[in-house]
Each structure stands twice: as structure tokens, then as C-alpha cells.
């Protein structure tokens, strides 16, 4: 009987911190990062550098390697095929130049790629709708920059971790239209936690959600991995241990996902080719 305990309980902790590990197995030393930091025409961010400098300060903390590029050339098959997940961080209007390179994307993502999207990403490429189907929608308003509240509301999904339950932060709140029914959301904003200004304007900016809106979210698209955070607008964020921590889980919870890209899955031919 004693036996029969034992190697219950066995199994019992060996399956607890399978599941607890489940995406901590990664090989860093493999992993390897393009930040995309280009702009089209429009509002530029300045948190971008500070952005940059705290992704590659991760990259030098975990292991893995990072490079940055503004330059739109940098999306052929050939180049793209070297990393493991893109992280466009603060990117906004059209960020590249011809359509081969639209497809170059897309094909990175047919094939298993990942993608990290922060903060004004969501306004990226607003001409193209499968862009904008793999962010999960597109930019339309923010209220003015304030304290308020964001809600977890998937406490078990991994980039969760370290989050507080209710988290008070200064921030912009970003509404979205088209917005893609494939998202799952990890992370809220509190709308009710917003200042009384712009009130109705808000209501209807988050039509048809209410109290909640999507703050963070992740998806499977198109044969890729996308994992999207509309938080990020301070340049002093890339600093505050809470946010960081947020970005680094995206990050490695994409990174988890990814395996060996295979190219053969990616077939558009066009940038605009129906999703299979």
C-alpha cells in the first residue's frame, strides 16, 4: 500500500511541474529576436529606444540573441527564416514599402513564425486586412493618458504571470474596430476605472464591450503565434519591473510556442490570399 502512495504521489508532483514548466523549456540560446522599430507616415513614439534597450537587456539576461532593424528590406524569406518570433514595439501606419515584403511576412507566420506586438502596433498596416486579422484589430481612439485600472482575467494563461490580479497603472486605454473574434484576452482595461471625460465617446469606442476591454491578448493565426499588449505608451515603463515582466512573459510565451519553421505550409502567393 505504502508502495502504491509513493509512486502515486510521483506521479502526482511529476505531472503538477509538467504543467507548471509547460512553457519554461525552452532553449534560449536558439531563440533569436528581430525588433522592428519602422514608422510610416504619422505620430512616432519615443518610447521605441527605450523599448529596444529593454528587450535586449532581456535578450542578455535570458540568453537569447536580438537584433533591430527600421529598415523594411529586412522582410525577405531568407532573412526572416533566421528568427524564431518578430516584436514590433510601438510600429505605427504602413511599415513597409512593397507588397513582397507584406508577403514575406505573412509567409514567416504561415510557417510557424511568432510575433510580439507592442503598444501602438495595433496601429500598423491599416490598409492591410490580414495584418490587421492577425493583430486582432485596428486602431480607432485612446482617451488621454491617465491612471487606471487594468483586471487579469485568465489568471492561468502563463504570459499572466507576475501580473497583479488588479493592476493600477498610467497608461493609454486603446479601442479598437474589425476587431478579429479569434483573440483570447489575458488582459483587461477597467473602463469604469477611467476619468469622466470623454465619457460617451468611450461607451461608444468600446461597443459592444462594456466594463471590460481587451488590454492583452494571444492567438494562433494562420499557422503562427501572436501575442499583442496595447500597454507601453511611457518610455519609463521599459524600467518599471511590473511591465518588463509583462513584456518578457509575451515574449517567452510566444518563444514556446515556436518550434522549427516550415516553409512548405506557407502558401499565399499574395499578400491578400485567402486564409486556408
Not at 505504502?2 to 532553449?27: E, H, M
Not at 522582410?75 to 511599415?95: A, G, H, P
Not at 518599471?240 to 515574449?251: A, E, K, M, R, S
Request: proline content about 4%; charged content about 20%.
Amino acid at each position: 500500500m505504502r508502495s502504491i502512495v509513493s509512486i502515486f504521489l510521483i506521479c502526482f508532483f511529476n505531472l503538477s511541474a509538467n504543467g507548471q514548466n509547460k512553457n519554461s523549456n525552452i532553449n534560449w540560446k536558439k531563440v533569436n529576436v528581430l525588433i522592428y522599430t519602422k514608422n510610416g507616415k504619422g505620430y512616432v513614439h519615443d518610447n521605441i529606444p527605450a523599448a529596444v534597450a529593454c528587450i535586449q537587456k532581456l535578450g542578455q539576461q535570458y540568453g537569447f540573441k536580438t537584433e533591430v532593424s527600421d529598415n523594411p528590406a529586412s522582410f525577405t524569406k531568407e532573412n526572416l527564416n533566421q528568427y524564431s518570433l518578430l516584436v514590433f514595439t510601438s510600429t505605427n501606419n504602413d511599415v513597409f514599402d512593397t507588397d513582397d515584403q507584406r508577403l514575406a511576412f505573412r509567409q514567416f507566420m504561415e510557417a510557424g513564425g511568432g510575433f510580439v506586438g507592442i503598444h501602438s502596433v495595433v496601429g500598423t498596416e491599416r490598409n492591410w486586412d490580414w495584418f490587421k486579422m492577425m493583430l486582432g484589430g485596428t486602431f480607432v481612439w485612446h482617451p488621454k493618458f491617465q491612471k487606471y485600472q487594468l483586471t487579469v482575467i485568465d489568471k492561468e494563461h502563463p504570459s499572466a504571470s507576475g501580473l497583479p490580479a488588479v493592476w493600477e497603472k498610467e497608461d493609454e486605454c486603446y479601442f479598437q474596430k474589425e476587431m478579429y473574434p479569434g483573440i483570447k484576452t489575458i488582459l483587461a482595461h477597467d473602463i469604469s476605472s477611467l476619468k469622466e471625460d470623454d465619457q460617451e465617446k468611450i461607451k461608444l469606442s468600446a461597443s459592444p464591450f462594456s466594463k471590460l476591454y481587451p488590454a492583452a491578448w494571444y492567438q494562433t493565426f494562420d499557422g503562427g503565434y501572436v501575442w499583442i499588449t496595447a500597454l507601453g505608451h511611457d518610455k519609463k515603463d521599459y524600467e518599471d519591473p511590473t511591465y518588463v515582466n509583462h513584456i518578457f512573459q509575451g515574449i517567452k510565451f510566444v518563444a514556446s510556442q515556436v518550434k522549427s519553421k516550415e516553409y512548405p505550409k506557407a502558401y499565399a502567393i499574395t499578400r491578400d490570399e485567402a486564409i486556408k
